[in-house]
Nanobody
Framework: QVQLVESGGGLVQAGGSLRLSCAAS????????MAWFRQAPGKEREFVAA????????YYADSAKGRFAISRDNAKNALYLQMSGLKPEDTARYYC????????????????????WGQGTQVTVSS
């Protein structure tokens, strides 16, 4: 398992940018995929982006393509989400997640395939 702590959320105007960060601690030496999910009040949890251990393979929800970029720095045990062109509908709590089960050879994009979750960071986009 790894412990995950997100930061970088806040209030931003539509069209603005934010960079979310996630610091991982614990069992960080073994390869594991990571991702970002988000959840708005009254809505289901939603996949945003995922990245494999090496950082070569990335996956995005349609809503994030072209506006968000996921990256990681394994030397720093960190995950990032650069968000630009933000829209009011991006308002949600964003969660950093990791799959440390070691059972999968692929990068998951569904919430139930990730066993480690952070507490989340709030992103609010005003119109």
């Amino acid at each position: 398992q790894v412990q995950l702590v997100e930061s970088g959320g806040g209030l931003v105007q539509a069209g603005g940018s934010l960079r979310l960060s996630c610091a991982a601690s614990g069992r960080t030496s073994s390869p594991y995929a990571m991702a970002w999910f988000r959840q708005a009040p009254g809505k289901e949890r939603e996949f945003v982006a995922a990245i494999n251990w090496s950082g070569v393979a990335t996956y995005y929800a349609d809503s994030a393509k072209g506006r968000f970029a996921i990256s990681r720095d394994n030397a720093k045990n960190a995950l990032y989400l650069q968000m630009s062109g933000l829209k009011p509908e991006d308002t949600a709590r964003y969660y950093c997640v990791a799959d440390t089960t070691g059972r999968r050879s692929y990068t998951p994009t569904t919430a139930n395939e990730y066993n480690d979750w952070g507490q989340g960071t709030q992103v609010t986009v005003s119109s």
